[in-house]
């Protein structure tokens, strides 16, 4: 209602917000990474690790899925300077991204470790393969390919709750929509720019996963 | 042959006194078995009669409770070093196959001489090509096994134990999951293992292949050995009652 | 869209944003409610209005969309007038002001823009330090940028930044939390905030610029000042008429 | 001006749960709606109804739930739809659990098998009573689990309508470690209200599962 | 009700050159066929023949390409109102029963008549259990489906097509999902049934049932109807090749 739309202050600037996309990019592949990096460890420890050790990936799942990633951002960026631990404010993004998505990644992986057939794991000591040699070869890939598109959604997921970290001061899209929204008071114009490069981001890293995929699991299924 | 040896220090198998219970089932009692070298034993017996129970004990899929189980010479204490000894002599084949779906024919039997005896890949894969020609598919060696028929995984199972250049073949019901007209490709296949001189033990309801290969049958009921004897004796004249009920049943 | 006088006394409130998280001009009481020196203000306005106050908690960087998109009618938010701003919205005689500066770690040898670089420097996005800074620092200078003040005030505490931009308001503050860890490097300018109304309202914003004069004169927003900053107006806001 | 951390102040951020809670309840009402009209249109017979919530789907669950509150927050008010905070983050978060909640009940829906939709038309029940008396029912019980486990994301997310400045749990915490700086205390004790309201409903949701699992198996 | 009513005014079901495709695949070609009232027809054939489908174009579970087809009297467009009248008056039973699991027996009977033919509660329930008596299991009115067994649950999903009171009952396979002991017990009731007059589809491979009860036999091979006649001549001297080869491969 005579509202005046004025998107040259973002055409503008709109090098910043792909310079703000492409740390939105690294931080989310870095975070994936390193997450999923965690993750296999956690799930083969959470399935075949001893006691004391399965307690403690559940105990690291448990607090990271029930408490927003706002807090965990916070946390680690403001709370963890007190014990010590100092991180640049991308970096603390990274390692909340990684370690946020860490615990949501080692529950995906476990259920596709649980979902793999005893008979295989059975035809592997039979084999004479050590317990590590048959995680290795034997149930990590079939694992991972019937838990890829859960594990693709999660990682989209990651991607857009990446952008709460402008909150720290970290430079991804969002910050740079809200540094372009504070100077030069467009709000609703920067906001419908950014969301859009949000689900073109979307679409393409699903699109990218989906071909990763089927790359990577190529080998035909039983009918 | 050489039947009840009990102190033969070449046999391929002995079990001594063997109890084996889940929790609380008390699934193998007082099994006493030798197995000698090159000797082919059939084991049959109604579902649950503890058949599968007895030759996963043998490599250890299963621990014992009490009981002692000797392989090759290699004395067997549960979850003790000589278990992978005694897995690297022994190969098993499955009712389900078992093959490994993310991997070729070939890396399926390239896998375990590889990682187990660590022979080179090109030893390896000499090998494997092989003994698939043993079993009759060369030329499926870069598929996957979803793209086989089910005889035909069957026969690259084999091939895939064979490859670890095993002393002793356990077989679990080889052909009961396969269509009827594949099942003696699989069969064809075991019987030119023994004849070529295998010891092998194999859980099977084809009483063909069993008098035709078995030196020995052996029935099993309720966990329990309850006779055992040469196929010709076994098959026309059975001593005990449940045995006879059982192979009635069968003989449809 | 325009506001007038007219318009609010019909229907009975006012509503006006403040901030809630700078202490002391807008922060929550005990019992969640805003307070503060500009929710006095805001109080002695709506009062002088002859209407009911509806104060809305607004956050720094979306302060003005707040009110260009009609959520408030009149923001009375700690807001610097800048030339910038001054785009955007219509400002008001000052009502309060500040002197902001460069301040951080004793141990750190800042005596002007030169010394910022390669530096972090923590700031309230889109505040009047985040202007100034960026105005002057050297290319090397780092500025990050936090939502609010407080969250820039909570990375220099918390070491995550030597440097912060920050007013002398909150530097008192910080002195007071943590004797001698910070000093003030240099000042980067004297800062008048005045309240903000929707561009066009002129005739609003005439009743507001009379409505400050009066208590001004009367020594009303001294006292505020005196309750709430420790110190009278200073006298380049006093002075103005 | 400088407070330190007492119990006035735990207890400012243990009632700010309120909010926390209110919002959860409000957006998974809204959620359940919207859910429903999603999940329903993507099994339609009507191609643009399936495809019309295809994209909407598409759109708000492609796109940061933050964003989403930045746009309602200040599009609607713009389109002259005078709006205040919690229509905006109500609005949002309807809108983002719709999306969600459509896509989990589209996927119960699709599990009840075909059989039975078949039965309902020979015996010639309409759309309505077909859903209503056999699908929907059916599809309920499948969805307890994933539902309750999306309502813990759901708690989650309205964490974020304080980057609006709504005073939920985690805007009462910033405010107190603003007033404060103890971010230690202050973060922890905000994580472990989230914990203690999302903790349960994690184990139920499992349990849940498991005994879903076991119900399937056989 | 009146509508284009070609020669037989009164068969029960009459389908004109009727196609069926599946995207590009041909299920049914040309099909002509009238099935009076109160006749029974047994539809044979090998599977994927298009027995299936052919009953469930009757009813519109699957929409026709080309073709007419009149039940009742009413001829059936695809997707317009008529089917809605059609399905009311024909009752269809399944190989996988379909009963409602969230229901008991007797809401499974009662739910259609509600909210179809709009009749009371207490009318429904008094059909309803009239129907579970002639099926014979009154008893189990108020168990959930998966309490009974296979062929209880056949019955009351007869019951609940006789419900509705159709005019004529389509029958898929009922009891090729049922275990061997079970059959005799659904394909008693179906013969009551029959012999009380009801016209009826029967897709079958029980060949005993159609000499018993058929008034014609349908072969289907390939999406058409190959063969049709009366039990009698149908079974001891078919015609057609592809019936000759199927038929002794069913006697076995
Ligand atoms: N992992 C297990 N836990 C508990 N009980 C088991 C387990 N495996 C087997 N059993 C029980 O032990 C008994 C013997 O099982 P086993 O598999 O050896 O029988 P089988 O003779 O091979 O039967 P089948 O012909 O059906 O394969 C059965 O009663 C079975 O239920
Ligand atoms: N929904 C469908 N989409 C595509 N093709 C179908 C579909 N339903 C059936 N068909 C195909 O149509 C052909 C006829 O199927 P139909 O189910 O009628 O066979 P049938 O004679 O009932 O076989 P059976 O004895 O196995 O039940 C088959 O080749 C089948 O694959
Ligand atoms: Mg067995
Ligand atoms: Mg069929």
């Known amino acids: 209602m005579g509202y005046q739309f004025n998107f040259a202050p973002v055409f503008n600037n709109f090098d910043q917000l792909l310079y703000g996309a492409l740390i939105t990019v690294q931080l989310s592949f870095g975070a994936i990474l390193i997450g999923l990096l965690i993750a296999v460890p956690c799930a083969a420890a959470k399935t075949a690790g001893p006691a004391p050790l399965r307690w403690l990936v559940s105990l690291y799942i448990e607090v990271i899925r029930n408490t927003p990633f706002l807090i965990q951002i916070f946390f680690i960026y403001f709370s963890l300077p007190a014990l010590g631990i100092r991180f640049?404010?991308?970096?603390?993004?990274?390692?909340?991204?990684?370690?946020?998505?860490?615990?949501?990644?080692?529950?995906?992986?476990?259920?596709?470790?649980?979902?793999?057939?005893?008979?295989?794991i059975e035809a592997g000591?039979?084999?004479?393969?050590?317990?590590?040699?048959?995680?290795?070869?034997?149930?990590?890939?079939?694992?991972?390919?019937?838990?890829y598109p859960a594990l693709t959604s999660q990682f989209i997921y990651l991607m857009l709750n990446s952008s709460v970290v402008s909150a720290i001061s970290a430079t991804d899209l969002a910050a740079a929509g809200n540094n372009i929204q504070s100077t030069t008071f467009a709000a609703f114009e920067v906001y419908l720019v950014i969301t859009a490069m949000y689900l073109v981001l979307s679409l393409g890293f699903s699109g990218l996963f989906s071909a990763i995929g089927r790359k990577a699991f190529s080998y035909p299924l039983a009918r | 042959m050489s039947n009840v040896v009990p102190e033969n220090?070449?046999?391929?198998?002995?079990?001594?006194?063997?109890?084996?219970?889940?929790?609380?089932?008390?699934?193998?009692?007082?099994?006493?078995?030798?197995?000698?070298?090159?000797?082919?034993?059939v084991v049959c017996g109604p579902s649950g009669s503890g058949k599968s129970t007895l030759i996963r004990c043998i490599n250890q899929l299963e621990t014992i409770r009490s009981g002692t189980i000797t392989v090759d010479g290699i004395e067997l204490t549960n979850g003790g070093e000589n278990v992978d000894k005694i897995r690297r002599e022994v190969g098993m084949v499955f009712q389900q196959f078992n093959l490994f779906p993310h991997m070729t024919v070939l890396e399926n039997c390239m896998l375990a001489p590889i990682k187990v005896r660590g022979v080179s890949k090109a030893e390896a894969e000499q090998t494997a090509r092989r003994y698939l020609e043993r079993v009759r598919i060369p030329e499926q060696a870069d598929k996957y096994p979803a793209q086989l028929s089910g005889g035909q995984q069957q026969r690259v199972a084999i091939a895939r134990a064979l490859c670890m250049n095993p002393k002793i073949m356990l077989f679990d019901e080889p052909t009961s999951a396969l269509d009827p007209e594949m099942v003696n490709e699989v069969l064809d296949t075991m019987i030119d293992l023994a004849s070529e001189g295998m010891t092998m033990l194999v859980v099977t309801h084809e009483m063909g292949f069993a008098r035709k290969v078995a030196d020995r049958v052996i029935f099993m009921d309720k966990g329990e050995i309850v006779e055992m004897g040469e196929p010709e004796s076994f098959f026309s004249n059975p001593q005990n009652e449940r045995t006879k009920t059982f192979l009635g049943q069968i003989a449809h | 869209a325009a506001q007038s006088v007219e318009e609010i006394q019909q229907r009975g409130t006012v509503n006006v944003g403040l901030l809630v998280d700078f202490p002391p001009f807008g922060i929550l009481d005990q019992s969640g409610n805003p307070d503060g020196y500009d929710a006095d203000v805001a109080r002695l306005l709506a009062e002088d209005l002859g209407v009911e106050l509806n104060l809305v908690p607004v956050t720094g960087p979306n302060r003005i969309p707040y009110l260009l998109s009609n959520q408030v009618d009149i923001l009375v938010a700690s807001l610097g007038i800048t030339p910038e701003r001054d785009e955007q919205v219509d400002f008001s005689q000052p009502y309060a002001g500040i002197e902001i500066f460069v301040f951080g770690d004793a141990n750190l040898e800042v005596t002007g823009p030169e010394g910022l670089s390669g530096q972090n420097i923590a700031v309230a996005r889109a505040s009047t330090q985040d202007t100034a800074i960026t105005e002057i620092a050297p290319s090397d200078a780092n500025i990050q940028r936090f939502d609010d003040d407080a969250s820039a005030v909570q990375a220099l505490l918390s070491g995550q930044t030597p440097l912060m931009g920050a007013s002398n308001v909150v530097i008192a503050q910080i002195n007071t939390m943590a004797p001698d860890r910070f000093d003030t490097k240099f000042s980067l300018r004297q800062q008048s905030q005045g309240i903000a109304v929707r561009p066009g309202s002129d005739e609003l914003l005439g009743y507001i610029n009379e409505f400050l004069g009066r208590v001004k004169a009367d020594g009303q927003l001294n006292a505020l000042h005196e309750e709430w900053v420790g110190g009278p107006l200073p006298e380049f806001v006093a002075e103005t008429e | 001006m400088f407070r330190s951390f007492g119990p006035n102040e735990a207890l400012y951020i243990i009632t700010a749960v309120q909010w926390t809670l209110l919002l959860s309840a409000i957006a998974f009402a809204g959620g359940a709606v919207g859910g429903m009209a999603i999940a329903l249109a993507r099994v339609s017979a009507i191609k643009t109804l399936r495809y019309a919530a295809l994209s909407f789907i598409r759109v708000f669950q492609g796109t940061p739930l933050l964003m989403q509150l930045f746009l309602v927050y200040f599009g609607l008010s713009i389109m002259g739809v005078g709006i205040n905070l919690w229509v905006a983050a109500a609005a949002a978060l309807t809108l983002h659990a719709s999306a969600y909640l459509g896509e989990i009940w589209r996927g119960c829906i699709e599990a009840v098998p075909a059989g039975q939709s078949e039965a309902s038309y020979a015996l010639g029940l309409k759309y309505g009573d077909r859903m209503r008396y056999v699908v929907l029912p059916q599809a309920a019980k499948i969805s307890v689990a994933p539902t309750v486990g999306f309502l813990v994301q759901l708690i989650k997310a309205t964490s974020l309508t304080s980057i609006i400045g709504f005073v939920e749990l985690t805007r009462a915490g910033q405010i107190i470690n603003n007033a404060t700086f103890q971010p230690l205390t202050v973060f922890s004790l905000v994580a472990a209200v989230y914990f203690v309201l999302c903790w349960p409903l994690s184990m139920w949701a499992r349990h849940l599962e498991s005994r879903f699992a076991v119900a399937t198996a056989r």
């Open chain 1, 88 to 120: 640049d404010p991308n970096t603390a993004a990274l390692v909340a991204l990684a370690v946020n998505v860490g615990a949501y990644a080692t529950e995906i992986v476990r259920a596709g470790i649980e979902s793999i057939n005893r008979g295989q």
């Open chain 2, 9 to 41: 220090t070449d046999a391929a198998v002995i079990m001594r006194d063997v109890d084996k219970w889940y929790d609380s089932y008390h699934a193998l009692t007082a099994i006493n078995l030798t197995v000698a070298r090159g000797e082919k034993i």
């Open chain 1, 125 to 147: 000591k039979a084999l004479g393969l050590k317990g590590h040699q048959i995680f290795r070869y034997i149930i990590i890939k079939p694992a991972l390919r019937t838990i």
